[in-house]
C-alpha cells in the first residue's frame, strides 16, 4: 500500500499487519479495506474448504479400512493436525472477526500472541503425544502433581484450625 500515514508509523503490534497500517493512514482507504476484505474471504475460504474436503476424504478412507488397529493408527496420526489447526483457526477468527466495540491495544497485542506464538509452541508437544515414551513420562508428572495437591489438601484439612494461619 501507498497511503499517506498522519498518525505516525509505529504499530503497537508484534509485527506488522495491514488491518493495523489502514487504522494509521488518515485517508480514506474503504475501497481498499473492502478489496483487501473480499481478496482474504476468498482465500480463506478457499483454504478452509480445501482442508475440510481434505478431511472428509481421509477419514471416508479411514473408516473403510477392515482393521480396527489401523483405523486407531490412521485417526491417531490426523488428530493432532485436526487439534492445531483448530488452535490456530480459532485465535486467528477470534483475532479478526472480534467486534470493534471488545477491541482495546492491550487486547490486540494478546490476541495477535496467541495465534502467532501459541499454536506453533504447542504443535510439537501435541505431536509429541504419540509417541508412548513422552506420553507415558507426562502422566508421571500430572500424576505426581495431583498427588503433591492432594497430599496438601489432606495435609491441610487434618491439621488443626489454630495451627493453620501460622
Request: aromatic share 10%; charged share 15%; with cysteine.
Amino acid at each position: 500500500f501507498s497511503l499517506p500515514l498522519c498518525q505516525g508509523n509505529a504499530v503497537d503490534q508484534f509485527f506488522c499487519e495491514i488491518p493495523h497500517i489502514l487504522k494509521l493512514s488518515c485517508s480514506d482507504a474503504y475501497l481498499k479495506e473492502i478489496s483487501l476484505l473480499a481478496v482474504s474471504v476468498s482465500l480463506g475460504s478457499g483454504c478452509f474448504v480445501f482442508v475440510l474436503f481434505s478431511y472428509v476424504q481421509i477419514f471416508r478412507a479411514v473408516l473403510r479400512m477392515p482393521s480396527e488397529q489401523g483405523r486407531h493408527k490412521a485417526f491417531s496420526t490426523c488428530l493432532p493436525h485436526l487439534a492445531v489447526l483448530s488452535l490456530f483457526l480459532s485465535t486467528a477468527m477470534f483475532a479478526y472477526l472480534k467486534p470493534p466495540s471488545i477491541s482495546s491495544p492491550s487486547l490486540d497485542l494478546v490476541v495477535s500472541f496467541l495465534y502467532s506464538v501459541v499454536p506453533p509452541t504447542v504443535n510439537p508437544l501435541i505431536y509429541s503425544l504419540r509417541n508412548q515414551e513422552i506420553h507415558g513420562a507426562l502422566s508421571k508428572i500430572l500424576q505426581y502433581t495431583l498427588f503433591l495437591h492432594q497430599k496438601d489438601v489432606h495435609h491441610t484439612l487434618k491439621t488443626p484450625k489454630r495451627l493453620r494461619k501460622a
